[in-house]
């Protein structure tokens, strides 16, 4: 007699411990939208309103988690020859339950989008419309599927649709509304994101596994981690405003420079030496610098008004 599958809640649990651990993204996810919402009361001259704050906090989370499934979903016959310990790579949760459920995600995201207003709901239609032709790898896939820097540029931009939808729901404005340097500000967020995605694919040569592609194996350490810091530095250039805006030239130089440094120090100690410790403090370096560069932008904005 077959053994009865797991409940329901019992495998979607299993599957946010392994997948969307929820202790690191409910912090990615809260500096994100903090991070943002400060760009849209700086650049835009809005006024924070709790509810929107809080309905817009929780609807970013919810996309990030549909798109984790989206890419589960994508991944999943790749999966069962490259990772097939992941949760439905192993069958612990059917494609088609997962779709289910990610349709429930875009539900609830809808709801809470509209329950900031119709400026937020149109942003958030440019959200999901673009998470559709990330899952469709933008009907190119066969040609961008091995250009794997170009398709991990592609697929980031979603975080700048992301802020989009952070700026319209605080500010309470229509995107097309929103003045052009909130609009540029949002290029941050891709840079962000591409940081991310070039880290955590950069490993130490014990690391690498046959069959399974990341940047240090086609770029070696150095060109990885060059990638990598190619697109700190536009990132904080592009929060300079923020940075600057109330706390002045030098307190802004400050945070800059800190926010460089960082992710640096870990790319350089991980191209002089790329053991293992090395590349996985170098990961985590880059992981902290997506939370610290947002939290940083939120304190800078509103730690220097609350000190005025």
Same mark, same amino acid.
């Given at each position: ?8 809640? @019992? ?11 929820? &202790? @690191? ?9 903090? &991070?943002?919402?400060?760009?849209? !009361? ?76 119709? =400026? ?10 673009? @998470? ?39 500010? &309470? ?13 949002? !290029? ?32 070696? =350490? ?11 530095? =536009? ?35 991980? !191209?002089? @030496? ?9 990961? &985590? ?24």
């Amino acid at each position: 007699m077959a053994e009865a599958p797991p409940p329901f809640l @019992s495998r979607w649990a299993t599957f946010v411990a392994e997948r969307f651990p929820l &202790g @690191s993204h409910l912090a990615m996810a809260g500096a994100f939208f903090a &991070g943002n919402a400060a760009a849209a !009361v700086e650049l835009a001259g809005a006024e924070l309103r709790p509810l929107p704050a809080v309905l817009g906090a929780l609807a970013t989370l919810l996309i990030f988690l549909r798109l984790r499934i989206f890419d589960e979903i994508k991944d999943c016959r790749t999966d069962r020859d490259a990772h097939p310990e992941r949760p439905l790579a192993r069958g612990l949760i059917s494609p088609r339950e997962a779709w289910r459920v990610a349709l429930l995600l875009v539900g609830a995201e809808l709801l809470l989008a509209l329950g900031c207003g119709l =400026p937020a709901a149109a942003a958030w239609g440019a959200v999901f419309g673009f @998470s559709l032709l990330m899952f469709r790898e933008f009907f190119i896939g066969a040609w961008l599927r091995p250009k794997m820097e170009l398709y991990a540029l592609a697929h980031t931009l979603v975080a700048g649709w992301m802020g989009l939808l952070v700026v319209a729901a605080v500010a &309470g404005r229509f995107p097309w509304e929103l003045p052009v340097r909130a609009w540029i500000f949002l !290029v941050a967020n891709w840079a962000v994101f591409n940081v991310f995605e070039f880290a955590r694919k950069t490993w130490a040569p014990e690391e690498e596994r046959a069959g399974v592609e990341s940047y240090s194996g086609r770029l070696r =350490p150095a060109g990885a981690a060059a990638l990598a810091m190619g697109q700190v530095l =536009p990132a904080v250039a592009f929060a300079w405003p923020l940075l600057a805006g109330n706390a002045g030239r030098a307190a802004g130089l400050w945070a800059a420079a800190l926010m460089a440094a960082v992710p640096a120090i870990a790319a350089l100690l991980y !191209v002089h @030496s790329p053991v293992r410790a090395c590349a996985r403090l170098y990961r &985590g370096a880059m992981t902290l610098f997506i939370v610290g560069y947002y939290a940083t932008l939120a304190a800078m904005v509103w730690g220097w008004r609350f000190v005025a």
